[in-house]
């Protein structure tokens, strides 16, 4: 069972995230949106006065997105729209996406695993997560194809970006979200600390045995497992953002 588990956290987790970030299951609002903002420009009094993002997507960007991703363009215009209500300055930020995960996981330490899951989301490396990124993100791991799940969920591994999972870095991720999930749940004894569990994953999916899963080694090894197709393939589809 733990399998499904960090196969979710680390490929669905992410899409009820964005759901609860942007309000849809009643996220508290001093999350989001308040003092927050990335500030630029001085006002006439010389303090700085946060950046705002356009109130509408541009044309362009509408249609990139809708040629990108599963999402509508009436979807994406709701999205954007409560995107840039919680996210005034169109980023969101490292600090506000950990607190997100900190509402779903009150009785552990979600900080670093949402670490890594932001990285993923921010494509560019910036140090934020842009409306295109999010949105982005949010189509494959709640509309995506198990295949494209499991790229996600690579690249969330795949920590150093060279194309391979090492046992160090699933040991960092699985790690992470050990200190998550708290005691949340009982674990197997073959399972109880993060080094078991990963030298398990490995025992599992390291076909030559190398030390190191390739993509293909880590996509195939998940879809041996009932549990994590499954898991996978549910209907994760986000709740379509309500006009106000």
Not at 35 to 45: A, E, G, M, P, V
Request: aromatic fraction near 10%.
């Amino acid at each position: 069972m733990i399998g499904v588990l960090l196969l979710l956290l680390t490929a669905n987790t992410p899409a009820t995230t964005t759901t609860l970030l942007l309000k849809r299951e009643g996220a508290p609002s001093h999350v989001m949106g308040k003092n927050t903002s990335k500030l630029t420009n001085s006002d006439k009094d010389g303090r700085r006065k946060p950046k705002k993002a356009n109130k509408k997507l541009l044309p362009e960007d509408l249609e990139e997105l809708e040629t990108k991703t599963y999402f509508t363009r009436k979807e994406l215009r709701k999205w954007y729209k409560d995107f840039v209500r919680d996210c005034p300055s169109g980023e969101l930020k490292l600090d506000e996406f950990q607190n997100i995960y900190k509402q779903f996981f009150p009785n552990g330490d979600p900080s670093k695993f949402a670490s890594f899951v932001f990285n993923v989301f921010d494509d560019n490396r910036d140090g934020h997560i842009s409306f295109k990124e999010f949105i982005a993100a949010l189509s494959i791991t709640s509309r995506g194809s198990l295949d494209e799940k499991l790229d996600w969920a690579f690249s969330l591994y795949d920590v150093d970006k060279d194309g391979f999972i090492t046992k160090e870095e699933m040991a960092n991720i699985v790690d992470a979200i050990y200190s998550m999930i708290g005691n949340m749940l009982e674990l197997p004894k073959d399972e109880d600390t993060p080094q078991k569990r990963v030298e398990k994953i490995f025992s599992n999916m390291d076909l030559n045995f190398d030390g190191k899963l390739t993509r293909e080694e880590f996509k195939q090894g998940s879809k041996n497992d009932p549990w994590i197709v499954q898991a996978l393939t549910m209907e994760m589809a986000p709740e379509e953002p309500k006009t106000t």
